[in-house]
């Protein structure tokens, strides 16, 4: 086999490889010797299947798997021989016919660049700290006791908490909603699902109310022609129900698995969901500071181009969600391009560091992950059985390794925050 290496830019790199077509030859004769033994084709004895037969109906086909093959194979042992290291797949250009005893291919590539040796020393580092104290498993438990509530009917003026269903329109200079009779309509007081300057309106008035009322609509209002104007608005209250809050009794907890040890056991599993919730978002927070400081000290780093637009349109793709429609890649080209930076400066840190992924502790963030959903033992079973899940798992946990060794490494400082502050920030 004869390599050759030419250099396309920085990184590029086009590798043109030569190999005596006797290789791909004898595979092809192999390959139809083997089929013929094994083939079963109406007209013929299992086995007996001539060699002529097998070349004209699957000859190209052979031929075709056993050269993917052998580039594949031999573009492996070329980049090991030359010492490079691919970015991204190789564009493969090939005839693949025979030429003076020889088929020749060209792979086109970018490289991963040399990034030297990586120094954190003078990272300055913020970690945040935080723990689950007895008041937030109260406000954790009262949340559960809110989700669960019932809302019973009452003959009384509404007040805050209450949800009301009212019968809705609004005029304004240009534009009436609906466009003919009224919306039915409901929200709880206070809770801003519509606007506080609608809800507030409802305060005060029972069943069967009808009133009118000038209101100011936001700019946000999900009503494109209500939005930002002023209209008259019509109301007429059909139904008043307060809220009811479960007890804290057997039946309660027993939705969430507790059947045994009662409220204090109940208290001891929203503690350790708080505590893991808590966990994974200090974790985050952690990377994101360690690794935005480490794009920042290698602000000059030269990225595989084709990396980054590969981020980019993913970026783009899951901006659009569900959307069936296409998203531009170019505005998303400096997230990208952080993106890219990061993962390859943390790939390069475990590198130079020997750092290997601790299968205890993918073993663990599994069991996290596995917590989360009523059948755990599935989700683990689904993971062992998809290599790319695990391998996605085993990736983001040696990445919490490097940055763990970041902080060890670099110059931290800690700043005390309650459980509230780290997740719910800005509430």
Do not use: C
Request: net charge negative; charged share 30%.
């Amino acid at each position: 086999m004869q390599v050759s290496v030419e250099n396309v830019g920085n990184l590029g790199r086009k590798l043109t490889v030569r190999i005596p077509a006797a290789r791909l030859e004898d595979t092809v004769r192999n390959r139809v010797q083997e089929m013929g033994r094994s083939a079963r084709l109406k007209g013929f004895r299992p086995g007996k299947v001539p060699t002529r037969v097998i070349e004209q109906r699957f000859g190209a086909q052979i031929r075709g798997e056993a050269l993917s093959e052998l580039i594949g194979s031999s573009f492996q042992e070329a980049i090991n021989t030359e010492k490079l290291r691919p970015a991204m797949q190789p564009s493969i250009a090939t005839s693949g016919k025979p030429d003076n005893g020889e088929i020749e291919y060209t792979a086109t590539f970018e490289v991963m660049p040399e990034i030297g040796k990586v120094d954190v020393s003078a990272l300055e580092i913020l970690k945040q700290t935080a723990t689950v104290e007895e008041s937030d498993i109260d406000a954790m438990i009262e949340t559960l006791r809110m989700q669960r509530r019932v809302w019973n009917p009452v003959d009384r003026k509404a007040e805050a908490g209450d949800m009301v269903l009212f019968e809705f329109s609004a005029q304004a200079t240009d534009f009436r909603y609906p466009e003919n009779g009224t919306d039915r309509v409901g929200t709880i007081i206070g809770s801003d699902a519509l606007f506080k300057g609608l809800e507030d309106q409802l305060l005060g008035h029972v069943v069967d109310d009808e009133f009118e009322k000038d209101l100011d609509f936001p700019n946000d209002f999900r009503i494109e022609g209500l939005a930002g104007k002023s209209a008259r608005a019509s109301f007429k209250i059909v139904r008043v129900q307060e809220a009811k809050l479960p007890e804290l009794d057997d039946a309660f907890l027993a939705t969430f698995g507790v059947t045994e040890g009662g409220l204090a056991r109940f208290r001891e599993d929203v503690r350790d969901n708080l505590e893991r919730e808590l966990t994974a978002a200090l974790t985050s927070r952690l990377k994101s500071s360690a690794v935005e400081k480490l794009i920042d000290a290698h602000a000059d780093l030269e990225l595989p181009q084709g990396l980054v637009d590969s981020e980019a349109r993913e970026l783009a793709r899951q901006s659009a969600g569900e959307k069936k429609v296409a998203v531009a890649h170019e505005p998303f080209l400096p997230s990208a391009r952080r993106r890219v930076a990061g993962g390859m400066l943390l790939a390069e840190i475990a590198r130079q560091n020997q750092i290997r992924v601790d299968m205890r502790r993918v073993s663990e963030a599994l069991s996290a992950i596995a917590s989360t959903y009523e059948e755990p033992e599935q989700v683990v079973e689904l993971y062992s059985k998809d290599p790319q899940l695990m391998s996605g798992l085993q990736s983001r946990v040696l990445e919490d390794q490097v940055v763990d060794w970041i902080a060890e490494n670099a110059k931290v400082s800690e700043k005390k925050l309650s459980f509230s502050e780290v997740m719910r920030p800005g509430a």
